[in-house]
């Protein structure tokens, strides 16, 4: 209904409007030509300068307005080291071209108005002037070469790569339809190689974990911190589509390309909290951020780096956002070191794993320091149930004491251990579920026990420190009645008997 | 004045018979053998006045239907809370309706309207619809043809024209919708059926009507050189000749070296669509699917794309370019100032313009080092533009100013060029670019200088030759109307994009609430929403004026209503197949002497006074 109204309301308006054509078209040969032509210099030549006038005015009216906009401006102040280079070539060329603009449209309607028709007036044949055209060439193109030397030196700096002995940190992003995907290098600070066609629903960016610096690769959920001052190199690529790294307060854009790896070197030079903090004292940020929510967060207080996707790439485009959180070295070296190996949480053991059944480097360092940190609590502990340490990496061929090849490790940590702390006495106990005969159990777990102390002697602790001792089903550590529970109770591990702290 | 018209006539007609060149032309007064029926007259015709005419009723569908389209999209955007359910009987399943009864746009649909409005103005209203009605109707009438060298292939120009907007406008209505990958159409996103429904059907047919579209543009393009080059009167040296027929020849060269490069780019894109090959694909998982395309580059699509894409900005501008040159001398009753800096900026500008392709990929990830030359070639492009728009105002100064809306329109056009010609000089400049690339501040900037500004310079061109066209006057009050509603108007759609742009609100956003950076101009995108509807319906008001003069605007009564020097205002008032019935005049001098030795204007048919100079030579 409204629809119809409104249609009728346009149709209306255009007869009256062509009536009033029609009108003024018969007037206008009522009263001749001139009559005609002089109405038409009196009415436009007002309105070319009224237009001017409003025109210019309005301009400035409405940069003021948008101030907060404008780049390098109060709130809209860069956030990284390259970012002011940015707005100060901004606001040159601003300065620049606002002169010409103004200057231009003053003569422009100006002139239009002052030479308007009058009766008896003739026009002022003046074909051309080589000084004139020579003087508005050359005051461009001087003005274009200062652009052009600055703009240069300005982009060649800020697109620099990375010199490979300065310190950085390297991320990667990868844009998909339709989110972004960051990958942290581990702590060796190299990020993994790639092969797409190795992607898969558990590994999406189809990293090759044939290499080992990708092992210990981090890729953060939610979360994505940035350390203040520090160089970031982001690698970007694309999976599907041409995607575009954006971050607006960074002065951060580079496009993603499938097959073509690209970057972008920047400097991240407040944290979030300091840029907010910033933000604090302009009206425009002190407005609820949910214009529905009043009494919710300031935009200030909501304010984060967002980064956002700006080449188009389907109809999802709007929404690739990422929030990026800048914060000092301390808080993001914390948060850094609770993020897990991508590798060792997701992807290790299963079918994309193709280290399955062998024990890395990465996992035997990280095993020995784990050890090592277990040790010394239990060294330190008064309780009793802290004493008892499992082997949890020590296994012996099905039937058999013979230990696996991949034990030596978790064995070598417990000699480190016993050399470390020299007065140190343990039992080492051997372990079964209830499946057999029970004497047999008994017998196979004190056997195994034996190859333990044997392993340990042979490498030159007194075998007067070591207690083995075979328990069989005697000790399960959970009820036998799921296979799961029964892989639990078979198990080595030890016990330090003294010193007694 | 009107005394000073009439005298010209008669002068007119005895130097014609004294001096015009005998061709042995026979007019044919109830139509020759190629114009025996209304058929033949007004559909498949071959005369260059049918044709521009068909060219230019075309475009204006067309720019209705792509302004249509931005008054759609514009509506999501500016009111995203709006109920847009009332369009569901145009749009069909387009508008998803909700369980509140509230109608969306559907994003898919919001792309693709972005991608035809795009695809359309570009190429159907500012190329076609500019060049082809102007070249057509101006090339012979203002040099002293008969005709085209090849009418022919001229009618071909318009038929495959005409096809490619058929096979455009049927995909409009395919099931998974038309092409809604921006109108570069970038790969992969447009190679790959799986990563956008619009990249299925409607991209095949976006390619079939862009063919079309490159043979008509081709076919065109080497008939305007071919005749500017060959069938130029007597006395029309190239220094003689209009500033129009300047810009439409380096404009029609400028068609015909670029746009086989798009069209081999979008060659090579078939065969990645439809044959497996991999020039622009390489290392794809798309939908889950690992494609076995190894090797190709998007980026080198985008070098094909661009060199005719940047080509085609000052394929749209320059003809603007030279109608104001023509429409500001004209009215302003005084030569256009610095003829000749102005013939040799738009040289300087078309030869510029194949070498600055690459400044729209700054952040493509192309070599930033190749960048440098990008940026130095571009900003260069400042100085003959500023040549233009100094000249241009010069020509204002001194004059004695006739308003009218041709005239009008050419002064908006002058201001529009300027205020959209500055915002280039930041996005050419590379480091600047980082931050505005792709943002509304590119949006403001190429609507206004090459949309805005180009629809400035078609209307001051539509409205100064619509006699010519139709041999009657358009409504003037509706003009003036049109005009100070329009030039206001477009300023308020596109000026508060700059602010947006600097806030960096990307470009192609279906909605921009989810980022707390963008989503407090929520209420500036109403404004200009508001705003745009507001221009449209002024647009419609143009369209309602233009075809109601067609059938009964004031008649014109005289050959030579502005006073002007060029030829085409010597042909009768309704000029026949041939355009002079008898001999054609020859030129004796240049086009631009208005006010010359107490003279109001000296066709250029008058001969040289003695020892009188030619300023053309």
Redesign the interface.
Known sequence: M??LIILLC?IL??IV??Q???V??LT??IKG?RE??RD??K???W??VG?MIV?LVG?FI??WE?KN???GYGP?KAASAHGD??DS??NI??I??GI??VI??I???W??YK????EG?????????NR??LI??AI??VV?TI??VR??N???T??ADVNPDEDYLEIEATG??FNWIIRYPGPDGKIGTRD??L?T?NNQL?IDFNDPKSWDDVVPGQELLLPVGKKVRVRILA????H?F?L??F?????A????P?YFVFTPIKTTTEYRNELRKYD?FNLP?DPTEPNGKK?WE???Y?L????????????M?RIFKVVTQEEYDAWYRQQESFYLSQIRGKDEDPNKGKVLDIEVRQRAKEFSESMKNAVESTNAADKTLPLQYVNFETGSATLTADSRYELDNLVTAMNTYPSLVIEVAGHTDDVGDPLQNRLLSQMRASSVVKYLTDRGISESRLRPRGYGDTKPLVPNDSDENRAKNRRTEFTILSPAS | MAHAVIAADTLEEKLTQELGYDDHFHEHHHGDKFQSNFLTTYIFSTDHKIIARQFLITGIFWAFIGAAMSIVFRLQLGFPEADLAWLKPLLGKWIQVNDAGIGKLDPEFYYALVTMHGTILVFFVLTAGLSGTFANLLIPLQIGARDMASPLLNAMSYWFFFLAGVVMFLSLFLSTGPFSGGWTAYPPLSALGQASDGSKAGMTMWIVAMSLFVVSSLLGGINYITTILNLRTKGMTMWRMPLTIWAILITAILGVLSFPVLFSGLLLLVFDRSMGTSFYLSEIIVGGQILDRIGGSPVLYQHLFWFLGHPEVYIIILPAMGIVSEVLSVHARKPIFGYRAMVYSILAIGFLSFIVWAHHMFMSGVNPFISNFFVVFTLIIAVPSAIKVFNWISTVYGSNFRFNSASLFALGFVSMFISGGLTGIFLGNSAIDIQLHDTYFVVAHFHIVMGIAAFFGMFAGVYHWFPKMFSRFMNETLGKIHFWGTLIGAYLIFWPMHYTGMAGVPRRYYAIDNFDSFKHFVSLNQFITIAAIVVFFLQVLFIINFFYSVFSGRKLTVKNPWGSNTLEWTTPIKPGHGNWPGNIPTTQRWAYDYGKGGEEFIAQFVPLKEGEHDHGH
């Open positions: 409204t629809a346009v308006i255009s409007l062509v009033i054509g029609r003024t078209e206008a040969q030509e005609v032509l038409n210099s009415w436009n030549g309105l070319s237009f025109f301009v409405s940069a948008y906009e404008m780049m809209h280079i940015l070539m901004f060329t601003l620049l071209t010409v603009f231009t449209h003569a422009l309607f002139f239009a030479y308007r028709w009058q007036r003739k026009a002022q044949f003046i074909a051309h002037d004139l055209e508005w060439t461009p193109a274009m652009l052009v703009g240069l300005a982009w060649n800020v697109m998909q339809q797409y066609k992607t629903a189809g999976k599907d589509v041409l575009n954006y607006p307060h002065r951060v854009k580079m496009d390309v499938p097959g073509m690209t425009d951020n935009r909501a304010f984060e967002e956002a996707c700006a080449e188009l790439c389907g109809k999802g485009h709007y929404s956002k």
